[in-house]
């Protein structure tokens, strides 16, 4: 049961909301610093985004998002901090050899694709952008805050109940200088992304952070209305 002062999804006012300002992940800050990232009071950045370690069990807590008011709701049970002040951001973007240039967009998975995009869009007013196949029953649905796309994903592969946030992809100055310092036990080789004339790779799991985690290539500006 949520405590009293978490809003329900479906009892919460819709709201104005602009940007991702934070995201909390338990697990432990040294996976992370051996990537490359730099922790002070176990806060780095992903990007314009905080990203907090708070030590416990692995894996993504909560976020915290731009709004015209100060309140926290329930988002298809994924608790959302929301702020009116917006607090900015401080720390070193530095990863490694390379730089983290922007949150490019953060999964969320669910059993219900349609549910958890209808929450989103109902409790935080953000609209539903597009839908896209992506093959074997696995449906993504992508809706977009003023620096980040929130990704959800529904399919055979979701086998708990709910939807609750998942990973994150990062896109870097250098995926290549990352690739190179990492290693290929660490980070999958770049390839091809989805996106046209982006590469991703992935962060394996024997690197142990308890958070799914890729990094890309920054986006590529194709015509004027990208």
Partial sequence: DWSSDVCSSDLAEAVSVTRLVSLRAGGDVEPWQ????SFQDATSRLGDVAFVVL????????????SDRDETVSVDGITTHLVSV????????????????????????????????????????VPLKRVRDAGRGVSQRFHTLDNTVLEIVSGPHVTGTGSSLWGMVLSVSDIDAL??????DVLSPPKQAVQAGRLISTVRGAAGLGVPFAVMSPHVRTSDTD
């Fill in 34 to 37: 051996q990537l490359g990232f």
């Fill in 55 to 66: 030590g416990g069990a692995p894996g993504l807590v909560d976020w915290t998002i731009a």
């Fill in 86 to 125: 917006d607090p900015g951001i401080s720390g070193s973007d530095v990863i490694g050899p390379t730089v983290g240039v922007r949150l490019d967009h953060v999964v969320i998975n669910t059993d219900d694709g349609e549910r958890t995009s209808a929450a989103i869009e109902s409790v935080l007013g």
């Fill in 179 to 184: 690739f190179g310092h990492l290693g290929p």
